[in-house]
């Protein structure tokens, strides 16, 4: 099955807390990406980063880091000192080969709001 | 700097009506996208296509239609709407030049009411 679980439905935090968003994801491929999506209040979807399975080096974009472990099929997300700018509902996402062509497949997501 | 604009924004339609999205983009992908996002539920892929004149179902394609006449356009339509398809929809396009490597592009969403 080609799946992605993302483990928080909702999380909030105080400004300047660090805040992890776990996603976890399953599939048959041997080659596949992964993404991350921002969906701030205002409904667009920002696109954050893609990390391809052979590269299980962390990344760290500012305030933003990625931790990809291919042993327990894991894609966590986190937000160092974290802002209120921050909160907005979160999507991890797989793309997946699903009937010859790719897909991708999203978690339901995690809303995250951070208060002053 | 268009990128994926999807028409209309919003709309309010009653059951049995019909109507169609609109989704343009002008980066000259060949992939492009309809999902539709529910709350609690992410986005689900409603159909699909991989190429001008080609259209495929996605997860959830029951009560829509699509067509790609033209490369940079995909619309998607509701010959008879239901409430169950209040939702937003959002159009996505991406280049894959290989298996794998595409990053999908958004529009910015379409809130479809039907009372």
């Known amino acids: 099955a080609q799946k992605v679980t993302q483990v928080q439905t909702e999380i909030s935090v105080v400004e300047k807390e660090d805040v992890t968003l776990d996603c976890v994801y399953e599939t048959r491929d041997t080659t596949y990406y992964l993404f991350w999506y921002k969906q701030p209040p205002s409904g667009e979807l920002v696109f954050l980063i893609r990390?391809?399975?052979?590269?299980?080096q962390n990344e760290i974009s500012g305030r933003y880091s990625w931790n990809f472990q291919k042993s327990t099929s894991s894609f966590n997300f986190t937000i160092t000192a974290s802002q209120v700018v921050d909160s907005a509902v979160y999507f991890c996402?797989?793309?997946?080969?699903?009937?010859?062509?790719?897909?991708?497949?999203f978690g339901a997501g995690t809303r995250l709001a951070v208060h002053p | 700097n268009a990128g994926v604009t999807q028409t209309p924004k919003f709309r309010v339609l009653k059951t049995g009506q019909s109507m169609t999205l609109l989704c343009a983009q002008d980066m000259n992908h060949e992939y492009m996208y309809w999902y539709r996002q529910d709350p609690g539920m992410g986005l689900r892929l409603i159909h699909y296509s991989v190429g001008e004149g080609t259209t495929a179902k996605g997860e959830v394609p029951d009560g829509y239609n699509v067509s790609r006449l033209k490369k940079q356009n995909f619309l998607l339509g509701l010959e008879s709407a239901a409430p169950s398809q209040t939702s937003v929809y959002f159009c996505a396009s991406s280049y894959q030049a290989e298996r794998g490597s595409g990053e999908l592009f958004f529009g910015e969403g379409s809130r479809l009411t039907v009372l």
């Open positions: 990390r391809n399975s052979f590269d299980e």
């Open positions: 996402a797989l793309l997946a080969s699903v009937g010859g062509y790719n897909k991708l497949i």
